[in-house]
């Protein structure tokens, strides 16, 4: 499960750096791009969650 999480952590972070170099070159984000963000969260929050109710 912790492997898990690393991974889907890593992915986040690849993912916002890239949405902030859409900022930078001036582009807008798409609204899409929210939800995938939302739903990185929501497995990190759900793998912490079940990770601690685990232990």
Do not use: D, Q, T
């Amino acid at each position: 499960m912790l492997y898990f999480l690393i991974v889907v952590a890593i992915l986040l972070l690849i993912y916002a750096g890239v949405l902030v170099s859409y900022v930078r070159k001036g582009r807008r984000i798409p609204p899409a791009a929210y939800l995938v963000l939302a739903g990185l969260n929501g497995l990190i929050l759900a793998g912490v969650i079940a990770w601690a109710v685990a232990r």
